[in-house]
């Protein structure tokens, strides 16, 4: 191997931590089923054991992976457990972490074509298969967010300017005040999109579930109703298809007869 050209790690050094990573990540996948899922430590616990004051000089990779082990592990939640059943344990699989190391060591910023041609095209590719795995029409296309909270910001900015065009340019000073439909069972990221979009949290109309905590499709065409006779701007409808709290799957079919019915995106 040639040593690197760059104050960085050389890569001799690079390949040997590496292949100690690698090791904690496999012991670790052999041993988290014997761990409590959820930390023992106690609030402030792990910030007393860290300096207060940053180090003046680098350590040795060693002594980061140390302390890896004394801090970081044993302060953790441990999602890839076995006994884990809270939220969505499975973001990080074994494959996904190979993914991961991958796309680290590429380091891509695909914010044009030519800065990450690879990365664009696959993303394409991917999107297409999901596309006609769902059966959309070929006029649907997107591009892979971070989260589904960043996914819901997109849609809803989408939205947004579908109902408010000059909201862009001239902010929503003035104009009607806006309203996203959603159950009382939906995600807070549907709240924190509403109110970085400009439009409130009292934007944000909860509407009423069945018994199985689905939206209820009537109570939604009533509020969209209400509060365009209260002079309101209907802006977008989030159904959910599994919920957080419940794994509510809201009737899709029926939200979208509705929505149509009503003209809301």
């Given at each position: 191997?040639n040593a690197?050209p760059t104050?960085d790690?050389?890569?001799?050094e690079?390949?040997?931590?590496a292949?100690?990573v690698?090791?904690?990540?496999?012991?670790?996948?052999a041993?988290?089923?014997?761990?409590?899922?959820l930390s023992?430590?106690?609030?402030?616990?792990v910030?007393?054991?860290?300096?207060?004051e940053m180090?003046a000089?680098?350590?040795p990779?060693?002594?980061?992976?140390?302390?890896f082990?004394r801090?970081v592990?044993?302060?953790?939640?441990h999602?890839?457990?076995p006994?884990?059943f809270g939220?969505?344990a499975m973001t990080?699989?074994?494959?996904g972490i190979l993914?991961?190391?991958?796309?680290?060591?590429?380091?891509v910023?695909?914010?044009?074509?030519r800065?990450?041609?690879?990365?664009?095209?696959?993303?394409e590719?991917?999107?297409d298969?999901?596309?006609?795995a769902?059966?959309l029409?070929?006029?649907?296309?997107g591009?892979i967010?971070d989260?589904?909270?960043t996914s819901t910001?997109y849609a809803?900015?989408?939205a947004?300017?579908a109902a408010?065009?000059e909201?862009r340019?001239r902010?929503?000073?003035?104009?009607?005040a806006?309203?996203?439909?959603?159950s009382?069972?939906?995600?807070?990221s549907?709240?924190k999109?509403v109110?970085?979009?400009g439009?409130g949290?009292g934007?944000?109309r909860?509407?009423?579930?069945?018994d199985?905590?689905?939206?209820?499709?009537?109570a939604l065409?009533?509020?969209i109703?209400?509060?365009?006779?209260?002079?309101?701007?209907?802006v977008a409808v989030v159904?959910?298809?599994?919920?957080t709290?419940?794994?509510?799957?809201?009737p899709?079919?029926?939200?979208?007869e509705?929505?149509e019915r009503?003209r809301v995106w």
């Amino acid at each position: 191997m040639n040593a690197s050209p760059t104050p960085d790690m050389p890569l001799e050094e690079f390949a040997r931590h590496a292949r100690a990573v690698i090791d904690r990540i496999v012991a670790y996948f052999a041993d988290v089923g014997d761990m409590t899922v959820l930390s023992p430590v106690k609030p402030g616990e792990v910030r007393a054991r860290i300096p207060a004051e940053m180090p003046a000089d680098g350590e040795p990779m060693e002594a980061i992976l140390a302390d890896f082990d004394r801090l970081v592990v044993p302060g953790t939640m441990h999602w890839n457990h076995p006994g884990f059943f809270g939220y969505f344990a499975m973001t990080g699989s074994r494959p996904g972490i190979l993914g991961e190391m991958l796309a680290a060591a590429l380091n891509v910023n695909a914010m044009l074509w030519r800065t990450g041609p690879a990365a664009t095209e696959l993303e394409e590719a991917c999107l297409d298969w999901i596309r006609r795995a769902l059966g959309l029409p070929e006029g649907f296309t997107g591009e892979i967010t971070d989260t589904a909270s960043t996914s819901t910001l997109y849609a809803l900015a989408a939205a947004r300017d579908a109902a408010f065009p000059e909201a862009r340019e001239r902010g929503l000073s003035g104009a009607a005040a806006g309203r996203v439909y959603c159950s009382t069972e939906t995600h807070s990221s549907v709240d924190k999109a509403v109110a970085m979009l400009g439009l409130g949290y009292g934007g944000v109309r909860r509407v009423a579930v069945d018994d199985a905590f689905r939206m209820d499709p009537d109570a939604l065409g009533d509020a969209i109703r209400a509060d365009r006779g209260a002079g309101d701007t209907p802006v977008a409808v989030v159904a959910t298809v599994g919920t957080t709290g419940t794994a509510a799957v809201d009737p899709i079919p029926a939200i979208a007869e509705v929505c149509e019915r009503e003209r809301v995106w």
